[in-house]
Each structure stands twice: as C-alpha cells, then as structure tokens.
C-alpha cells in the first residue's frame, strides 16, 4: 500500500542545464549529483531529474503538486526564473489554492498552498 510520495522524476535531456534550473527554483543543491541522475531533497521528498528517460515525452501524463506556503508568491517566482503560467493560481475551496507552470524544459509543474494539510 502507499505511504505516501518519495520521489518526483522529471527527464532531463539537459542534465546541466536542467540541474542548475532547479537550484535556482529549490534553493538547493542535490544530494545525489551523477551523470545518471541528479536528486535533491526537498522538504524530505526527492526531486529527480534523469536523463535517460526517453521514451516520456516532456511533462508526462500526470502532474506533482508541491507544496509552497504563498501560491502566488511562488508562480511569481518561477516567471522570473523562466516558467511559463499553464494555470493561473486558483482557489479551489476551503483556501486551498493550485496553479500549474511549465519549465523552461517543457516540465509541468504543480503548485499547491493547503492551510489543511501537514505532511506526517
């Protein structure tokens, strides 16, 4: 059964450039820095970059949500970072609020700001 999510694996034809793209938006460096793959902790889930991951196309069928404390702030922050807006910021009830964004690398990206939910 699922405890609950670890790991986050974006392709990377561009290891480099892909890498130091998500320092800027982590403010991390990775933990794990290979030729094969690249993973940075994040809030102690991992964010992977692989690439050797061909046969995904660029943003994949399904969409990760992170966490961020101010959605808007955030969304803001990628723009300048380079992302482009796919969903503005929108609250979907009870003051939760998700947008979506595409990196410069063609990754959707999402972004969530839940006042109900505390990681366990």
Same mark, same amino acid.
């Given at each position: 059964?699922?405890?609950?999510?670890?790991? @986050?694996? %974006?392709?990377?034809?561009?290891?480099?450039?892909?890498?130091? &793209?998500? /320092?800027? @938006?982590?403010?991390?460096?990775? %933990? $794990?820095?290979?030729? $094969?793959?690249?993973?940075?902790?994040?809030? +102690?889930?991992?964010? +992977?970059?692989?690439?050797?991951?061909?046969?995904?196309?660029?943003?994949?069928?399904?969409?990760?949500? &992170?966490? !961020?404390?101010?959605? =808007?702030?955030?969304?803001?922050?990628?723009? #300048?970072?380079?992302?482009? @807006? !796919? /969903?503005?910021? #929108?609250?979907?009830? /009870?003051?939760?609020? !998700?947008? =979506? !964004?595409?990196?410069? $690398?063609?990754? @959707?990206?999402?972004?969530?700001?839940?006042?109900h939910f505390k990681p366990d």
């Amino acid at each position: 059964m699922f405890q609950g999510l670890r790991t @986050v694996i %974006y392709d990377a034809e561009d290891l480099p450039k892909t890498k130091a &793209w998500f /320092e800027k @938006v982590t403010g991390k460096k990775p %933990y $794990f820095d290979q030729p $094969f793959y690249v993973g940075f902790n994040v809030g +102690g889930f991992e964010l +992977g970059l692989d690439p050797a991951r061909q046969k995904v196309s660029a943003g994949g069928a399904s969409v990760a949500y &992170w966490g !961020v404390a101010d959605a =808007t702030q955030a969304v803001k922050r990628l723009g #300048k970072l380079g992302a482009t @807006v !796919v /969903e503005p910021v #929108k609250e979907v009830g /009870e003051g939760i609020k !998700v947008a =979506t !964004v595409r990196s410069p $690398f063609g990754h @959707v990206i999402g972004i969530i700001e839940n006042p109900h939910f505390k990681p366990d």
